[in-house]
């Protein structure tokens, strides 16, 4: 098995702002792995929580340095890699581009997209969720007319949590509400910006407007403690996404939250994704699948499995001007993939 490593960079058309910082791109990285005339295909794609940031740098390192580990080795020694994985130190975005790859080349294999390998059913997906970073009302407004004339737009995420205060979210919600479609539905993610006092007032007077549920209220590192207050107190759905990077993150969440967000470049890549999907399940929480600055590539890896979860948030690389892959394609709001076998992702045509 041969291993490959590049780099690409993406723009945003949009810059995106959370309570954490605004996004303007990302450089990312295209892995292929290559056995017996076959290539499947990766992405890892940076990003930063808490003290845990991978950066491209980190990544590609640690991927070039974890490479000499696969010798002698095939995609299809799932178990052994697997098992090599759990011993080493590999951040969960390059696991992530290894699972994908794995996937891909095995879907070629076999000659099935992942989703028909997996016996899954496209009539279960949801409709996904286009997000509208944090802004000034006017910006807000604006951002909105801009999804709605590039996409059949029913579900918009907002992004909240503003260093400005709740006032100014309240403000900026407002603006996002009086644009959309009267029949979208609009959910609130405060990137964990919120004090838990300021929580509780959220989720109260988002309540009366109609917003379905609130994601990450509170900071990762003080959601353990605090969460169960809120859980008690909120009449909303609370969901977590900074605070739940695996399998392992779920069980001590299940009594203060509602629902988990799996990222593929948090999990480490299908295969955790699918745990995770498994254990939040068995405890009674609900499922989305979201993304960071992901290309075509990820997001469409994570379509394949999207028709198990109960919200979407995949809607990174319609914001690219550049993205250099083509595969899942959104059709009636929904990220559908397609037939081709593995991930379904080709190479645009320059």
């Known amino acids: 098995m041969q291993v490959q490593v590049e780099t690409f960079t993406v723009h945003k058309r949009f810059p995106l702002r959370i309570s954490r910082g605004t996004t303007t791109g990302s450089t990312n990285i295209w892995l292929k792995v290559q056995q017996d005339g076959i290539e499947g295909w990766g992405e890892a794609s940076p990003f930063s929580v808490g003290d845990r940031p991978q950066t491209t740098e980190t990544l590609v390192a640690a991927l070039n340095s974890f490479i000499p580990e696969l010798e002698g080795l095939s995609p299809l020694d799932r178990q052994q890699i697997e ?58 407004k604006a951002r909105v007319e801009d999804w709605l004339n590039y996409l059949d737009v029913r579900v918009l995420k907002v992004k909240l949590g503003s260093p400005e205060g709740i006032e100014a979210d309240r403000e900026m919600f407002k603006a996002v509400q009086s644009t959309a479609p009267p029949d979208a539905v609009l959910y609130v993610d405060a990137n ?53 990077f695996n399998s392992g993150d779920i069980p001590v969440l299940a009594g203060c939250v509602h629902g988990i967000n ?81 991930l379904g992702v080709q190479k645009k045509s320059s």
């Open 262 to 342: 799996i990222k593929l470049m948090k999990s480490g890549g299908l295969t955790e994704a699918w745990r995770m999907v498994h254990t939040a399940k068995a405890l009674g929480l609900k499922v989305m699948f979201g993304c960071y600055s992901d290309s075509c590539l990820a997001n469409s890896a994570a379509s394949h499995l999207a028709s198990v979860a109960d919200y979407l948030d995949l809607d990174s690389h319609l914001n690219l001007i550049d993205d250099p892959f083509v595969g899942s394609t959104v059709k009636q709001g929904c990220l559908i993939p397609n037939d081709l076998p593995g």
């Open 83 to 140: 098992a090599i994985l759990q011993d080493s130190q590999l951040p969960s975005a390059a696991r992530a581009a290894l699972d994908l790859a794995f996937h891909d080349w095995l879907g070629k294999k076999v000659g099935l997209p992942l989703w028909r390998l997996w016996g899954l059913d496209h009539r279960r997906m949801v409709p996904i969720s286009v997000t509208i970073g944090i802004n000034t009302p006017e910006g807000a």
């Open 192 to 244: 964990g910006g919120w004090s838990l006092s300021d929580a509780v007032k959220m989720c109260d007077w988002l309540a009366t407007l109609g917003v379905k549920y609130v994601e990450q209220p509170l900071a990762a590192e003080i959601a353990l403690q605090q969460l169960p207050q809120l859980y008690d107190r909120s009449p909303l759905p609370i969901f977590v996404d900074e605070s739940c």
